[in-house]
């Protein structure tokens, strides 16, 4: 049975579970926040009518999603996924489908596809690239694709084993008709590992390592160092 209180937290393993790379509630919740601020920030600069959170967990987001006034939101995940999202974050807005994201298509064509975790988890590369396939049928022109994920090629970095680079991800997507709209990142790797040593950390002291993180980030513009890449893109139109 998955905890899903440590849904995120327990994906950062090292070997065998002898180093994590966080396994801090506060950490955890203020990376939360933080995706949900950018994508709120996002989501203004937009027009989105319809969205789909591909690989959505136990549906955090697409609540959030939901009560920031989006009316027409679809959630994908496996069923265990989906059955909890249901119980802990339903709503009318949002509609629930048990499925892997690589076997997911619809019909409807989303001004909006997120993944946040999605993408970075996969394990195999075919999946990969047939989860981004996928996604494009479901654009049309003028639609946005907005990753939130980690993408590492290393295998201390990396979730899934697919591995695919950001090099690898841009190139791909830009000969699919879309065009790079946003390259940045979050949760400095740095801060993840001194924060793992299990140095004893009040909860305010891990918030504000967690936010120096981010500032060296933002500041220095080293996104090398930022275990979540953050990639937008727009679609353009019809292949050349």
């Known amino acids: 049975m998955i905890n899903y209180d440590k849904y995120f937290v327990k994906r950062f393993y090292y070997s065998n579970n002898k180093y994590r790379f966080f396994d801090d509630r506060a950490m955890t919740d203020e990376f939360q926040d933080d995706v949900y601020f950018f994508a709120s920030e996002f989501a203004k ?44 974050n339903y709503s009318s807005k949002i509609i629930y489908i048990p499925s ?29 690239y047939k989860t981004l396939d996928n996604c494009i049928k479901m654009q049309n022109s003028g639609d946005f694709l907005l990753m939130v994920d ?12 697919a591995r695919i680079s950001v090099k690898d991800i841009i190139k791909y997507m830009q000969l699919m008709g879309y065009s790079l709209e946003e390259k940045s990142g979050m949760l400095c790797i740095p801060i993840q590992l001194l924060i793992a040593h299990k140095w004893k950390m009040s909860e305010s002291t891990t918030k504000r390592l967690f936010y120096l993180g981010e500032l060296f980030l933002n500041l220095f513009s080293m996104y090398s160092l930022a275990d979540y890449k953050i990639l937008s893109f727009k679609k353009n139109g019809a292949l050349s």
């Not at 980690?150 to 084993?161: E, I, Q, T, V, W």
């Open 150 to 161: 980690p993408f590492h090629k290393n295998n201390f970095l990396a979730r899934g084993r």
């Open 100 to 128: 892997s994201a690589q076997d997911f298509l619809s019909d409807n064509k989303f001004n909006l596809i997120i993944s946040s975790g999605c993408f970075g988890a996969i394990r195999k590369r075919d999946f990969f």
């Open 45 to 88: 600069a937009h027009q989105f009518s319809r969205i789909l959170d591909i690989g959505c967990g136990v549906g955090r987001l697409s609540s959030f999603f939901s009560q920031i006034g989006y009316q027409d939101i679809t959630a994908v995940d496996f069923p265990e996924m989906i059955t909890r999202a249901k119980e802990e």
